[in-house]
């Protein structure tokens, strides 16, 4: 028995001629479709380094536009809405076998008034000026290493490396837990809990080199996705794991800066 699509289009019928433009094909409509150039990544529907690139830069620029008031017109409630809500939204993310654009727009939006939020938090309270500026540029940079690194060949994302992110990022998870009940709870480290000091510092620089490492993992999952031709919905996930690395190291620079900075 035939499929129900063929058997009911009248194309498939025996005897049915296929048409292009109401007429019959010749031999010049079939050597015309194969002299056109083969079909890129977004015809035939799969990532591309250009749906990565575009979507991640869209979010980026979005994050930015949205800082600006969580700057300009701090709110402390708004901070920690948004921190909670960037939080939750950003595990719904992680866990959702298909990135939903909308879902990954509004990370971008919320992260993005959060990082706005916190940086003028750690500027005044903390007695950074600059702080935001300086982590901003920082995490530019290293960015662009792990970039270059990466594409040159000098890095590569090892099960080494694998394990290396694992075990350091579910040790990092549980001592970020333990660290916010001990600067709810307790006055240690004048805000920063058990981070504070030459302490605070080494912990941040583990936190740089780990993010570092999710970096390189991000790059790997880019270019593996594109050479097996994964769906196009992937280039929303491959974006939003650079995103939230990059907020990641964003976060871990203004705090080690302003530890610093509280030192002088």
Known sequence: MASPVFSSNSAFKPGKTVDVNGRPVTAEDLQHQYDMPAAGPVETGRMSYDGVISKTAGMIILAFITAIPGYMFFNFAALMVTAIAG???????????????????AYAAIEG???????????????????????????????????????????????????????????YLLFSLVNIGVMIFTDVGNGFGLRS????????????????????GDFDFIENGVKNGLPQHYDWKAAFGIVVTLVWLYIEFLRIIAILQGRD
């Open 87 to 105: 939080m939750v939204l950003g595990l719904v993310l992680a866990f959702k076998k298909i990135t939903t654009p909308a879902l990954a727009i």
């Open 113 to 171: 008034y959060f990082l706005g939020s916190i940086s003028y938090y750690i500027e005044t309270y903390f007695n950074a000026p600059g702080a935001a500026l300086q982590a901003l540029l920082a995490t530019a940079c290293t960015f662009a290493v792990c970039l270059w690194l990466y594409k040159s060949g000098r890095v590569r994302y090892t099960p080494k490396m694998q394990k290396f992110l694992m075990i350091g990022g579910i040790s």
């Open 197 to 216: 000091g030459w302490i605070g510092v080494a912990i941040g620089v583990f936190a740089v080199i780990l993010a570092c490492v999710s970096l390189v």
